[in-house]
């Protein structure tokens, strides 16, 4: 946190605080409008969580993606149900990989 404050400055990790926040909204828009999908929280903070259907298909969906390596993220028990977290954290997280990685979301779904 010291270095993240030395080098960016109070505004700039606000900055990249509000940045990531919006990414994660943006990610929860695109996500929620796919089929079968199911949002888990409302959006206030970097974090999105959600799933598919049933537990099987939520795991190979995942699977899927994890496997593409367009991004990773994790999977998780929510409510007694496979679901998948998504955290928007990385200053290099841009609205284009956002798009790539609902996008590869999108082609899970059709092969599962």
Known sequence: MYAALRSLGRDGVADLVDRCCDLATR??????????????NEVVTNQVLFRFG??????AVLAHVQQSSEAWMGGTTWDG???IRVS???WRTTEADIDRTVAAFETALATV
């Open 88 to 90: 928007v954290s990385s």
């Open 54 to 59: 049933d537990d099987t298909t939520t795991d």
């Open 27 to 40: 990610f929860a828009t695109a996500i929620s409008s796919l089929p079968g999908c199911e949002l888990l």
């Open 81 to 83: 149900r496979a679901a």
